[in-house]
């Protein structure tokens, strides 16, 4: 009988001991949740949006793994499964990271050579300007044609102010649009005095 009831404390032992190994993996969640704000600080969701989808996507599976063992009985939850993909979160969390880093080293260099390029345009289209023949025909247009410069100057004032807030997506689509339009407008120009030439002619 006392050989009998030492089994069974055995085995009741043993249960308990199950179940106290039986625990949420909570010091890796709150690890993968820190790597994944570390992730969003290093500019993720502007930089490298898909693999942030991809850490939280497998953060999103390992907690609903988690929650699907919480809800069995104790002596059958097992968080192997939920670990693992945690494991594989935090490793993402990594990768994407470095990629948010880089992505936003590039994007900065990029901003930074556009918004230099686009200065020499504006700057060529002010030149061009300055020496478009004026006339009776033409002075609308001149007036137009400064008017539309000074807001473009402007837009380059934009883009610097982006690249102070780490705007750089921003800052180098400003800088393109005010390259394309000064660039426009000195072709306008450098048309307008081939006809005046040809005119003299």
Known sequence: ????????????????????????????????????????????????????????????????????????????RSYKKAEEILKQAQAAADTAKQEAIAAKEKAKNDATAMIESCKV????????????????DTKAEIEAMKSELTALEATVKEAENAMGTEDYLNAKAKAESVAMKADQIASDIAQAMEKVKGKKR
């Open 121 to 136: 345009k504006w700057q060529a289209a002010v030149d061009a300007l300055a020496l478009a023949p004026v006339g009776k």
């Open 1 to 76: 009988m006392r050989r009998k009831t030492l089994y069974l404390g055995l085995i009741v032992l043993a249960l308990v001991a199950l179940v106290g190994c039986a625990k949420p993996p909570q010091e890796l969640v709150n690890s993968v949740q820190a790597a994944i704000d570390g992730v969003k600080q290093a500019g993720a969701e502007m930089y490298a949006p898909d693999a942030l989808a991809k850490v939280t996507d497998l953060f999103s599976q390992a907690q609903a793994e988690i929650e699907t063992q919480n809800g069995k009985f104790a002596l059958f």
